[in-house]
Every structure is written in structure tokens, then in C-alpha cells.
Nanobody, 123 residues
Framework: EVQLQASGGGLVQAGGSLRLSCAAS????????IAWFRQAPGKEREGVSC????????SYADSVKGQFTISSDNAKNTVYLQMNSLKPEDTAVYYC????????????????WGQGTLVTVSS
């Protein structure tokens, strides 16, 4: 059974940091691209960051470049999203997703989705 378990969300003050984790099971982790998407209240879901588990290459949305860092631990089948200098506009439910086509902001290209973890940044 494929599972993507996102965790690490919570309430943080503006300027603070959080690290999200995405624990994967049920598929060959190192063959997949793992991405983080987020959906803010009243907005469409958007791609935030992605990592290619084969070569470690990463990509980021312009809005989070220099602020968020994605990393992967293939031994633990876990991807992390380190979020620093958080702003109220980063408030959203964060989802991790996995696919084999490549890093993309097109949701339909991903095969598996986790349940999401809520990040709330207070001003």
C-alpha cells in the first residue's frame, strides 16, 4: 500500500521556522520525484518545491526561493521541507506528492498524494 505521510505543521509566529516531513512507503522511493504543494484558504493549490530523488536536484517556486529548502533522506524514505522566515502568506495546508515524470507544478503529473499538514503563521 502506498502511503505519503506529511507531518510537522503547526502554529508559528511570523519570522519563525518549521520543518515539514513527508514519510513515504509502498513504492521505490529513489525512483520518484517528491514535491510539496500548498493550498492557502480560498486559493488554488500551488507547487512549492520539488526534489529528484535520483540525483538530488531541486526546484522552487519563485515565492519561496531562498526561504524554503527541500531535502531527501533516501535511507529513511523521507523528504523534508525546511521553512524559514515564515510569513502570514505562507499559511496553508502543505501536501507532499510523488511521481515519476518529473518536477512540475501540474498536479495531474503526480501519482500519489499525502493527506496534508496545516501550517499557520501568525502576524
Amino acid at each position: 500500500e502506498v502511503q505519503l505521510q506529511a507531518s510537522g505543521g503547526g502554529l508559528v509566529q511570523a519570522g519563525g521556522s518549521l520543518r515539514l516531513s513527508c514519510a513515504a512507503s509502498g513504492f521505490i522511493f529513489e525512483y520518484y520525484y517528491i514535491a510539496w504543494f500548498r493550498q492557502a484558504p480560498g486559493k488554488e493549490r500551488e507547487g512549492v518545491s520539488c526534489i529528484n530523488n535520483k540525483d538530488g536536484s531541486t526546484s522552487y517556486a519563485d515565492s519561496v526561493k531562498g526561504q524554503f529548502t527541500i531535502s531527501s533522506d533516501n535511507a529513511k524514505n523521507t523528504v523534508y521541507l525546511q521553512m524559514n522566515s515564515l510569513k502570514p502568506e505562507d499559511t496553508a495546508v502543505y501536501y507532499c506528492t510523488a511521481g515519476t515524470i518529473g518536477c512540475s507544478r501540474i498536479e495531474e503529473l503526480y501519482e500519489y498524494w499525502g493527506q496534508g499538514t496545516l501550517v499557520t503563521v501568525s502576524s
